[in-house]
């Protein structure tokens, strides 16, 4: 038996970010805004979502696996240097505390929050499934933008309270809807018996 070589969905000059050059599990769930390229909600609409899957895109393109895909979205995030990585484990009172210390923090979180989303969707799109370690990323995401960026938006700029309700949703659902990936790469305290 041979052996499976997987190849993944690209994006490409004419079609650009497109239905017909994703995955099909991925084009059936995605809400249509998804594939903005401008609107903030969608994965790949802000300028840290677009480079993340510009990364992914240059990462296949270049022969890189799956199996790799954690490693090139960690490399892109630590050449930025936006985010201490401490921060990431930190209690909502320190990353508040973080955010208060400079204007430009706040900007900094937010993208990092999106490309953290942007991985978790550009390898569905592109693959079919979600690496274990983008999925985990992601969540995490998703519950700071909840739990500490939305309450603090609102704090400091007045934001309504339900001004990420739909991107949450929404990236929920499509990261939930993701196959799970092939045995290989599920962790083993995770599998399904």
């Known amino acids: 038996m041979g052996s499976f070589r997987h190849v993944p969905f690209l994006d490409t000059d004419e079609e650009g970010l497109s239905p017909a050059t994703s995955h099909p599990a991925?084009?059936?769930a995605a809400p249509d805004w998804f594939w903005s390229e401008d609107d903030p909600r969608a994965p790949f609409g802000s300028d840290a979502g677009h480079d993340t899957l510009s990364a992914l895109h240059e990462h296949f393109r270049e022969g890189g696996s799956d199996a790799h895909v954690p490693g090139c979205v960690a490399?892109?995030?630590e050449d930025w240097r936006l985010v201490p990585e401490e921060i990431w484990d930190s209690?909502?009172?320190?990353?508040?505390?973080?955010?208060?210390?400079d204007d430009d923090h706040v900007g900094f979180l937010h993208a990092e929050v999106n490309a953290y989303i942007a991985a978790a969707c550009g390898q569905f799109k592109t693959s079919g499934w979600i690496h274990p370690a983008l999925r985990f990323w992601a969540e995490r995401a998703l519950m700071l933008l909840e739990h500490v960026l939305a309450p603090w938006g609102q704090k400091a700029?007045?934001?309504p309270?339900?001004?990420y309700a739909d991107k949450l949703s929404a990236t929920r659902a499509v990261i939930q809807a993701a196959p799970e990936p092939p045995k290989r790469m599920q962790l083993r305290m995770y599998r399904r018996r």
């Not at 320190?94 to 955010?99: C, F, T």
């Open 161 to 163: 309270p339900d001004r």
């Open 157 to 159: 700029f007045g934001s």
């Open 26 to 28: 991925y084009v059936a």
């Open 75 to 77: 490399s892109l995030i």
């Open 91 to 101: 209690s909502q009172a320190e990353i508040v505390a973080w955010l208060d210390a």
